[in-house]
């Protein structure tokens, strides 16, 4: 059977070859820094462009090469490079397409890391990023000028989980793109909604880059991130990432590996979870507002439905009390626990102001659109009892 005909689960599980090595059921750990050659021909052949020839894991390495693989798969791609985190597949994919005189246009809301690359570091390099307004998306229009190379954007965002229409965003990017005369590379940060439930290349992007610490790792217990795109696009990351060199360990490759094989598993579960959550918060009379996505009142759920197969696990809400009330039910959780990340299957809170979004302006918050009061939480694979009466009892003491 053609391997794009599989199921993703299938895909996720075996990636390309069904019984891709003789003995070890499992991907080994190519826990090497170099390769030796069988005799000095093997340097010329891999000066001559022959891939089966392995150097240096800088480079490639084959327990990395089978999770690109696998990833590329899992997104109907041409092919995936990981990276050492995902700012380190975010900032070398970026920093791929632009340089000095370029510019990017963003829609607002992003991760914070994500949102201080773009406002601190790339200013120095003489790129220049404009942001549309979240509630217009036609004001990309007149953002785009003959000098932007790249239109980025997330959806669902961090924190504030926010859905942004990702088919109405391409359009006006492509008429802007046909009235100035120029191609724009549009890439979408796919982490909180994963390849499982949003496809955004068959939606006609370019490219896609996640932090795979989350879902993709989705045990808490490693770093790693992914771009993922066309041959020529990871070609050009490819020879990137060997200079900034924020390539992946084997054996975090090997971890991913691992955890691929339960992701369909543990995010269907993880979004079982969410929407029961999110369903019993919003009728809590210590909570002001739950945005999920699966909600019908979260703002975004009828383009959520258009353009995602699932609404993922990540729910925002926002408490009685402003920080104190958030610090206090953060506080008081026993099962959940408080911590930065996401997409782990244990349940982790975070309170935005004092973790993704601190140390922003007050007017850098408004259009993050990010409060005191709110409470990122990152639903996990626990029991959905627990994780209810978890909470019910914190609420108690907000
Ligand atoms: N993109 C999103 C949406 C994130 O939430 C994060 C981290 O939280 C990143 C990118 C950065 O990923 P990493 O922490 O793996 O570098």
Redesign the pocket.
């Known amino acids: 059977m053609p391997t794009k005909k599989r199921s993703f689960a299938t895909r996720a599980i075996h990636g390309k070859k069904l019984h891709p090595f003789k003995g070890a059921v499992t991907l080994p750990i190519h826990q090497t820094s170099t390769y030796r050659f069988a005799d000095s021909q093997d340097a010329v052949r891999y000066a001559k462009g022959d891939p089966s020839v392995y150097v240096y894991s800088r480079y490639h390495n084959p327990s990395v090469e089978d999770v690109e693989q696998k990833l590329a798969l899992m997104n109907d791609a041409d092919d995936a490079v990981l990276f050492a ?4 597949a ?1 900032s070398t994919a970026v920093l791929s397409l632009v340089k000095a005189g370029d510019e990017i246009v963003s829609t607002p809301t992003l ?1 914070g ?2 949102y201080r690359f773009f406002r601190d570091v790339l200013p120095l390099y003489g790129v220049t990023v404009r942001y549309a307004e979240a509630e217009d998306l036609s004001s990309i229009e007149a953002l785009v000028s003959e000098r932007t190379k790249l239109f980025y954007c ?1 959806s669902p965002t ?1 924190p504030t989980v926010g859905i942004v229409d990702l088919a109405a965003a391409l359009k006006h990017v492509r008429a802007a793109g046909r009235k100035r005369g120029v191609r724009i590379h549009a890439m979408v ?1 796919n ?2 909604a994963t390849c499982l439930f949003q496809s955004p290349l068959a939606m006609g992007y370019d490219s896609v880059v ?2 795979a ?2 879902y993709i790792g989705g045990h808490s217990d490693l ?3 992914a771009a993922v795109g066309p041959a020529p696009f990871i070609k050009g990351v490819r020879h990137l990432a060997k200079y900034l060199g924020g390539t992946p360990d084997p054996f975090a490759a090997f971890l991913i590996g691992r955890s691929l094989k339960t992701f369909e598993l543990r995010v269907r579960m993880q979004t079982d979870n969410a929407l029961a959550l999110a369903k019993r918060l919003e009728r809590h009379p210590k909570v002001l507002r739950v945005l999920y996505p699966g909600l019908a009142s979260h703002p975004g759920h009828a383009v959520a439905k258009r353009q995602m197969s699932g609404f993922g696990a990540m729910v925002l809400m926002e408490v009685k009390g402003g920080v104190k009330g958030a610090v206090r039910l953060c506080d008081a959780l026993n099962v959940a626990v408080n911590a930065m ?2 997409g782990g299957v244990e349940t982790l809170v975070s309170i935005p102001v004092y973790s ?1 979004h601190v140390n922003m302006s007050a007017a850098e918050l408004k259009r993050h659109g990010v409060t005191p009061g709110m409470v990122r939480i990152s639903v996990g694979a626990e029991g959905i009892g627990d994780l209810i009466a978890d909470f019910e009892q914190a609420l108690r003491k907000v």
């Open positions: 985190s995902g700012m380190a975010i991760y890391g994500t997330e961090n940060d982490t909180f996640e932090s610490t989350k770093l790693a991130g990340s996401l993704s």
